[in-house]
């Protein structure tokens, strides 16, 4: 079960240490303990693991100590109370939410999203009965409003987003979401906790895609959930039943009656897991913890080499727009000084050349020390073009809700020499004149 987390370190060192602390003549690292399941002395012992009556590993559908340590380091960073790691940061987002919502129920969410959490909501939660309405999140808190019904059950929105880079008013986002009894659920992925932690400004639940910085090296796919232990759903348990109600498939158990802070994630654990099984194998968990260990060194790199690359891209005459939130003329740089670490956002600039769609993608294709890879937030710098590629699915309509514009080239910086990656820049902006 969920233990409750040391706070008091600071980010550096949680890296390096949070998650694993082992015993005398236990190994310095982390192992990958590569079982499904876990021996007792005695049936009864066993029992009492099913029960929920005792804490303890039985089965890795649902827990396993290699991915235990790791998400209790995520908790650590984010600063929340408990974490569950999943396979994918899809299936975080998933889970996040299906964790609160059933069929009949109803979400919120920012449009500005990931394309892929776009396609989740819009297409496939409504085959599943759950009903989702999109909003501008640079609205008017009144406007925003108007989109939560009697059966919300939850808001939904990204730090930064990907790949519109539009950097979310928290804040203001938990107000409006807990005015309505409901939790903000934040997808940290591209501030990661290094450069911002929502927890701080309000926001409930945090997930991750941590495929992208926190493995920061392209070898695991993952996500994670955290839990700020903040949100009462006790308060508003007309709303959510399934934390507070008995659960029926645990001999009438009620999760926030027994498990306090500690019950969501609970619920996700020894509920969804159970019955729907996608958590991180315990190598990919061993993985993205050697990642977060550089987490902290890596993701300053990244921001210092965006942050030229962009200043470089904006005295370029064939660049016809650019975007980073680390540009003093950004409609987002105030907001971004105020709510990340030192004002640093994340290392992806997204931008497009004159002449549109066509030769925004001649120019990639002119690109040589930038991979074109489905992936962001990598140590290798990478770029893609998402009306092409991870935005396909979405109709022009959408594409243009999801701020998506049809030349935009989504540039990944990653943690090379600055003057390399400018370089490439230069070369390919050569090859399309
Ligand atoms: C912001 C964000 N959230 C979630 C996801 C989904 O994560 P995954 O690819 O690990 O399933 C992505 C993937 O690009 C993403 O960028």
């Known amino acids: 079960m969920p233990r409750m987390m040391n706070q008091e370190l600071r980010p550096e060192t949680l890296c390096v240490q949070a998650g694993w602390a082992p015993k005398k003549g236990e190994p310095r690292v982390l192992p990958i303990y590569q079982s499904t399941t876990f021996k007792y ?8 693991l099913f029960d929920l009556e005792e804490a303890g590993f039985f089965y890795t559908r649902l827990q396993n100590p290699t991915n235990e340590a790791v998400a209790r380091k995520i908790a650590e960073l984010e600063g929340g109370v408990a974490a569950i790691l999943t396979s994918s940061g899809q299936a975080a987002s998933f889970f996040a ?54 059966n919300t059950k939850a808001f939904f929105a990204e730090t930064i987003s990907n790949p519109t880079l539009c950097v979310l008013d928290i804040r203001k986002m938990a107000d409006i979401a807990h005015a309505h009894g409901v939790p903000l659920i934040v997808d940290n992925t591209f501030a990661t906790p290094i450069n911002c932690r929502p927890f701080e400004w309000g926001a409930d639940i945090v997930t991750h895609s941590t495929t992208k910085y926190m493995d920061g090296h392209a070898a695991a796919v993952g996500g994670v959930i955290v839990d700020s232990g903040n949100f009462d759903w006790e308060a508003h348990k007309d709303k959510f039943p399934g934390l507070t109600e008995p659960d029926p498939s645990y001999h009438g158990l009620s999760y926030s009656k027994s498990f306090g802070k500690g019950a969501y994630i609970t619920k996700a654990t020894v509920q969804l897991m159970r019955d729907l099984g996608s958590i991180q194998s315990p190598q990919n968990a061993f993985l993205l913890n050697l990642g977060l260990e550089t987490l902290h060194l890596r993701v300053p790199r990244h921001c210092e080499n965006a942050q030229k690359v962009a200043e470089f891209l904006q005295g370029q005459e064939d660049v016809a727009w650019i975007n980073y939130p680390g540009l003093s003329s950004n409609e987002y740089y105030e907001l971004a000084q105020k709510q990340f670490r030192g004002g640093q956002s994340c290392g992806v600039v997204t931008f497009g050349i004159k002449g549109g769609r066509e030769r925004s993608i001649k120019f990639m294709d002119s690109l040589k020390l930038a991979a074109i890879v489905t992936h962001v937030a990598d140590s290798r710098t990478c770029v893609l073009h998402p009306a092409s590629h991870t935005h396909r699915q979405l109709t022009d309509e959408q594409l243009m809700e999801a701020g998506v514009r049809p030349d935009l080239i989504r540039f990944s910086v990653g943690t090379e020499a600055a003057e390399d990656i400018i370089a490439d820049l230069k070369q390919a902006l050569e090859a399309i004149r």
């Open 41 to 48: 002395e005695t049936s009864e012992q066993m029992a009492k």
């Open 97 to 150: 939410i299906f964790n609160i919502c059933e069929a009949g129920d109803h979400i919120v969410s920012a449009s500005a999203i990931y394309g892929g959490t776009y396609n989740l909501f819009a297409v496939t939660f409504r085959k599943m009965g759950i009903e989702v309405t999109f909003v501008d999140q640079d609205a008017p808190a009144e406007e925003i409003a108007k989109a939560f019904r009697p």
